[in-house]
């Protein structure tokens, strides 16, 4: 189409405004799955970080709580036995440490009392010692040890002499495990009663230390020939076949503890069996060196071990028991 402009300057083609043209079904349609693909993309990006930081948030926390049980059973291991300076050994005085197998509400006693079965087999751990006391008072402590409760442990129970003269020692601390009121198993210590910052033998509670402990195994290695060296590791059921003064030959105590996370994995693998020992040497037991996770479990599991020497010498090793 041709016309003629105001200044007679020709010019062709159409020169009608043009209408605004929407878009085909076609284009809304491939925009729309383009945005979609978009938003699941973004979506399942956000879900994989989300995973990786819940991951990594548990497993600090699994190996915050694993090293801190494993500092704690340590602690009272190596505490076992501990008496004042110049505290006379006697023979009748109770082996420092002393431990049943599979062993559910504990009692505290010469040796250990199970009233049931342990969670997942627990084993349960009894350890006696001694703290320190003001010069005036040996029945209040100077603050300078603790035992599993964080109370401080003075050289003598109230009402009771010193260790020097009865023999006995002023704490007993009994480590064991439970389900808590929401039926997460826990480590649990029971330990004596205070009263005026005094220990009250005969009296005992229990407070919870670390949750998520799944089972605690233990392993006694026992010196047989005098020279000061384990020489095997036993279960707690052979020590005590051998007789109560057997927990005297007690040098070494191997810990194995199984900790869970709090978050399910997603599309966990069937949980593998978890080794809690080394395989047995000669005369060693062979059981309890495996945990094996329930059936369709998809926490997250790790296994917190060590061997501890018992620093402070049983009493049989200067008088006879």
């Known amino acids: 189409m041709r016309r003629l402009c105001r200044h007679g300057i020709r010019i062709w083609g159409d020169t009608r405004p043009k209408r605004p043209r929407g878009f085909s079904l076609i284009e809304l349609m491939i925009g ?8 699941a993309l973004a979506a399942s990006a956000f879900h994989a970080v989300q995973v990786a930081y819940r991951a990594a948030v548990d497993l600090v926390l699994l190996e915050e709580r694993g090293q801190r049980a494993i500092a704690v059973v ?20 109770p082996p420092a440490l002393s431990g049943r197998d599979d062993c559910g509400q504990p009692g505290i006693a010469a040796q250990p009392t199970c009233a049931r079965r342990g969670v997942n087999g627990s084993d349960a751990l009894l350890v006696r010692f001694s703290g320190s006391g003001r010069a005036q008072d040996p029945t209040l402590p100077d603050q300078t040890m603790t035992d599993c409760s964080g109370y401080a442990l003075p050289a003598a129970s109230a009402g009771g002499d010193a260790i020097g003269s009865s023999g006995t020692y002023a704490g ?80 070494v105590v191997q810990v194995a503890l199984v900790l869970r996370g709090e978050r399910p994995l997603p599309r966990a693998a069937a949980a593998a069996a978890l080794v809690l020992f080394p395989p047995p040497g000669p005369g060693a037991h062979g059981g309890d060196l495996v945990f094996d996770p329930p059936p369709g479990s998809t926490l997250m599991r790790r296994v ?8 402070n010498a049983s009493p049989c090793v200067e008088t006879l028991c």
């Open 32 to 39: 729309l799955a383009l945005g979609m693909l978009a938003g």
């Open 74 to 93: 340590s602690h009272l291991i190596r505490h076992g036995g501990w008496r004042p300076p110049g505290a006379t050994a006697l023979p009748d005085t």
């Open 172 to 251: 007993a601390n009994l480590l064991y495990v439970a389900n808590g009121a929401d039926g997460e198993p826990q480590l649990l210590c029971r330990y004596s009663s205070r009263r005026d910052g005094r220990v009250q033998q005969g009296n005992w509670t229990s407070g919870a230390l670390v949750r998520g402990l799944e089972t605690m195994q233990l392993r006694y290695g026992i010196d047989t020939d005098g020279d000061g060296k384990a020489d095997m590791f036993l279960r707690a059921e052979e020590i005590r076949a051998r007789g109560e003064a057997a927990w005297h030959e007690v040098r």
């Open 304 to 311: 917190f071990s060590t061997s501890v020497r018992l620093r």
